[in-house]
């Protein structure tokens, strides 16, 4: 049988080990820095974030210890924010020496090395680094899953992105009745789905915040636009950096996007920046209260990426840009979101549709 | 100047004649013999649904004028339910004796001849059977558009098949700066995603009807997962049937999908199914109430036009395949759902996945 080691204690991390433990693998849930009270708390019984206390299976284990909880296991998770994701995995490489299953939760681009790059990118480089004659083992997983559905045994389907065949059933023994699995060998895919449907989906909060208030209910049609656009958007910077667009538009794009453009915290940043917040000062907040908007540290890093990946690709994601403008260049809102309109609007005419 | 009837005074017809009036366009709003109570309030100064007056250029007129309202028209929206297109558009028809640019607002397929087609197949037979040598200048009109939204001037994006470039100009000359105007050559791909958005939103509504009551928002990966594959059954579905993905993974598909699940009939019909309602009473107590849940009947007939895409399409749409067994076979939807979700956890395991 399998033992695992999970890194960062977290919503997701604290939530996969639900399905891991229905499978009979033993858990070191391991916290980051960051994570101390989570651990103590779950040392105690109780995990604050999912309100529940950890499946039996699971060992709660503070950062000091790391190096011992990943020493035993076969398998490990990382599940930190993308801004710690370098440190934390150097950290981890440092502590290690044998190979491992690597699954990645993190969603996000990182910056490494002075650029920025896929997580799994800066991963690669410094497994490589490390054990230059190793395999380099690894899965991102994407997919519709908030953590604490998870934890609560909602039925949630998940994508696992492989670049090893040696991790194939190892992902599907992962599963459980509550709990679907499906692989890809599109990592690429599956990473800018994750990350940008974290981007993405704070412009449907904005237009929720922006509306809320005072039309309840009433502006699904800007909404779906939007929407229907970031899909689109997704969909060719997936391509542009070597992925698929039949993954954006599956589970790992669609499914994931749907489910945070319904809640989460992306969402609800961008409802606070919608209703007036100022963009920096609420993301700060929101920061200091443990709820990190992933989106808005993707966006900022990643709109260089985008523009990295050439061939004009930028002039290709309007609403991506627009977004940029409203939460780091101070454009209102609306006045923003109208733009962006106006500038479908010209696209849509200058289409050169045969008829 | 143009000048246009829309024949049916329910939601989308009313809501059409805003944008139109915006852009000078003489209305004329043909109210079939369902709608006298709608015609009689409009013309008292109030449309009941939208829930407001309607624009000055519009002229409210009861079935039995409608010969002369169309005479000196150029454009005619038919905005029916799919239920009366044949029936209207065969006594529309009757009514004129010259050409016209024909706009459908109307979204499902339709029985004709003894056969389910496309309401554009069926359109088009019958307007060469009286017309010839007449070009059959017609569109079908898709996109996220919520009626009432339309009419309460919500930034809004459709997307306009036409299968004329003669139309190009017209169709472009509707926007206003809330209503973005796209258009494709792509019919059957905006018909079957405006056919299937309303089939598989009331599956989203009966995710919502099973789990609102007692999980709180607490089920977005299981309505993610149906999302995602149900958007995937869609462009099967429109490949087959000689449409394109491209379509379906747009404004068409996945745009009017996501407003479909946010809200309207089809999903507040799936919700009374998933919160125990019996599936056909249901259906029969909101159509007396003057509301259609179309997805209901686009689902009753769509299943055999599926089958009759042949090439074991309908092996292919498990989703669709399950919520014909809800609606129609009195399977427990919880139960079928699983069932579903178990079916596709085999499907994955079994994908062929080259890593």
């Known amino acids: 049988m399998y033992k695992a080691a999970v890194i960062g204690a977290g919503y997701m991390g ?7 433990s229905a499978n009979n693998i033993e858990v070191n849930l391991v916290g980051t820095w960051l994570d101390e009270d989570l651990i103590a708390s779950s040392l105690a019984g109780y995990h604050p974030k999912l309100k529940k206390p950890l499946p039996g299976l699971v060992k709660p284990i503070y950062w000091q210890d790391m190096a011992s909880a990943v020493e035993d296991v076969d398998i490990i998770f990382i599940a930190v924010t993308s801004e710690g994701f370098v440190n934390v995995f150097s950290q981890v490489l440092d502590a290690i020496d044998k190979n491992y299953y690597f699954f990645k939760l993190t969603k996000g681009l990182v910056e490494y090395k002075g650029s920025v790059v896929r997580a799994t990118q800066a991963a690669h480089d410094m497994f490589k680094l490390k054990f230059p004659t190793l395999d380099f083992m690894w899965a991102s997983v994407g997919g519709p899953v908030k953590a604490v559905e998870l934890s609560d045994k909602i039925i949630t389907a998940s994508i696992y992105a492989l670049n090893s065949k040696n991790l194939k059933d190892l992902a599907y023994g ?3 009745d509550y709990y ?21 989906s704070v412009v ?6 922006l509306f809320k208030s005072t ?13 229907s656009q970031a899909m689109i958007e997704m969909s060719k910077i997936a391509e542009k950096a070597g992925g698929r667009k039949e993954t954006v538009f599956d589970l790992a794009g669609i499914g994931d996007f749907y489910v945070a453009s319904m809640s989460g915290r992306n969402r609800r940043y961008g409802e606070y920046v ?11 907040k929101m920061f ?17 990426w985008v523009k990295s990946l050439g061939n004009n690709l930028i002039n290709e994601t309007p609403l991506l840009s627009s977004l940029y403008k409203i939460i ?27 008829i």
């Open 14 to 20: 604290s939530a996969i080990t639900f399905p891991l």
């Open 174 to 176: 992962f599963s459980t």
């Open 180 to 200: 679907t699995i499906t692989i890809t060998d599109d990592i690429i895919g599956v990473e800018v789905s994750s990350t940008f449907k974290n981007v993405y």
């Open 204 to 209: 449907i909060g904005i237009c929720d915040g």
């Open 215 to 227: 039309k309840e209910g009433m502006y699904h049609n800007f909404n779906a636009f939007l929407f």
């Open 274 to 284: 919608g209703s007036g917040e100022n963009p920096q000062k609420i993301f700060e």
């Open 288 to 304: 200091d209260e443990g709820e990190v908007a992933e989106g808005y540290l993707a966006l900022k890093i990643g709109i260089e």
């Open 328 to 354: 780091f260049n101070d454009h209102d809102p609306i006045q923003e979101l109208k733009n962006f309109t106006k500038e479908m609007s010209n696209r849509y005419r200058k289409l050169n549709i045969k």
